[in-house]
C-alpha cells in the first residue's frame, strides 16, 4: 500500500523543509519528484541528492510568485515527463508585524506566494489531470487556518482561504478522477520557523499548547502527504488533514 510507483510529482518549495521531506519520502515510495525553488543551482542540486540509487528525480527552477512562470513550469513538467501526476503546493512564506505597521504589500506578498500561487498551479495541472483520467492536489494549509494568532494576518487569511480552494477544487475536480485535499501542520521545527524555536517563550508556549508536548517533525508531515497522493486515498477528497499533534482541538 501508499505506492506512488511510475507517478510524476511537482512539489513546490521542496529544497529544504517540508517540502524537502515530502520529495525524499515520495522517491522512497517509488515516485519521481520534481524538485522546484527559486534557483537551479539549489534544484537540481537537491534533486542530484535524491536521484542517488534511484534516478528518480530532476529540477525546475521558478518563483511561484510569478504565475505566468508557474503555470509554463506545469507544461513543462509534461514536457520532460509526459505527465503530471500529482501536485504539491508547498511553498509558503510568512510574514510577521503588528497591525498597524502590516504593510499593504507584505500582504499582497503572502497571498501571492500562499494563495494565489496555488491556484494557478492547480488549474494548470488539473487540465493534464483531466486529459490522463485522475490526478492528486495536495495544497498546504496549516493549523493557522484554523485557529489565529496576532501579528500574522496574511498567513491566517492565505491558510483559512487555501481549506476554502481545497474544498472548491475537490467539488469540480471529483467527476475526473482528481482529489484535491490540504494539509494543516502544526508548529513543525523546520528553517521557516528557527526564530521560533529559539525564542525560549515561543518555544514553550508550542510545547504547553500541544497536546503531544513537541514540535512536529517534517517526516510526519510528509507522511500525510504521501497518504494523500496513494491511490488509497482515492476516496478522500476536500479536507484538511490536520497534522498538529492535537494543537487544533485542545483547549
Ligand atoms: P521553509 O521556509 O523551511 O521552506 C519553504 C520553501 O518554499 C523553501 O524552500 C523556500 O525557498 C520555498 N519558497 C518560498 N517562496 C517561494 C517562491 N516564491 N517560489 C518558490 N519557492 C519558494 O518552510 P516550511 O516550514 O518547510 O513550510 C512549508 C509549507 O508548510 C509552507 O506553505 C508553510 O506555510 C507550511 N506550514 C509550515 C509549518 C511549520 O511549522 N513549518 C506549519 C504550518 C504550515
Known amino acids: 500500500?501508499?505506492?506512488?510507483?511510475?507517478?510524476?510529482?511537482?512539489?513546490t518549495g521542496s529544497t529544504r523543509g517540508l517540502g524537502w521531506a515530502m520529495a525524499q519520502a515520495m522517491v522512497g515510495v517509488g515516485a519521481h519528484v520534481v524538485v522546484n525553488g527559486r534557483t537551479e543551482q539549489a534544484v537540481w542540486a537537491k534533486a542530484a541528492e535524491l536521484s542517488l540509487g534511484t534516478g528518480r528525480s530532476s529540477g525546475i527552477a521558478f518563483d511561484v510568485a510569478d504565475l505566468s512562470a508557474a503555470t509554463a513550469a506545469v507544461e513543462t513538467v509534461v514536457e520532460r515527463h509526459g505527465a503530471i501526476d500529482i501536485l504539491v503546493n508547498n511553498a509558503g512564506i510568512q510574514h510577521r508585524s503588528p497591525l498597524a505597521d502590516f504593510e499593504q504589500h507584505e500582504w499582497d506578498r503572502v497571498m501571492g506566494v500562499n494563495l494565489d500561487a496555488p491556484f494557478a498551479l492547480a488549474r494548470a495541472a488539473a487540465v493534464h489531470m483531466m486529459g490522463a483520467g485522475g490526478g492528486r492536489i495536495i495544497n498546504t494549509g496549516s493549523v493557522m487556518g484554523q485557529i489565529a494568532r496576532p501579528t500574522i494576518p496574511a498567513y491566517v487569511a492565505s491558510k483559512s482561504a487555501i481549506a476554502g480552494l481545497t474544498r472548491a477544487l475537490a467539488v469540480e475536480l471529483a467527476p475526473h478522477g482528481i482529489t484535491v485535499n490540504a494539509i494543516g501542520p502544526g508548529y513543525v521545527a523546520t528553517e521557516m520557523n528557527t526564530p521560533l524555536v529559539n525564542d525560549a517563550a515561543f518555544n514553550q508556549m508550542v510545547i504547553d499548547r500541544t497536546p503531544a508536548a513537541r514540535w512536529g517533525r517534517p517526516h510526519e508531515i510528509a507522511a500525510a502527504a504521501v497518504f494523500l497522493a496513494s491511490d488509497e486515498a482515492s476516496y478522500v477528497n476536500g479536507q484538511v488533514l490536520l497534522v498538529d499533534g492535537g494543537m487544533s482541538i485542545a483547549l
Open 1 to 11: 500500500m501508499f505506492r506512488l510507483d511510475g507517478k510524476v510529482a511537482l512539489i
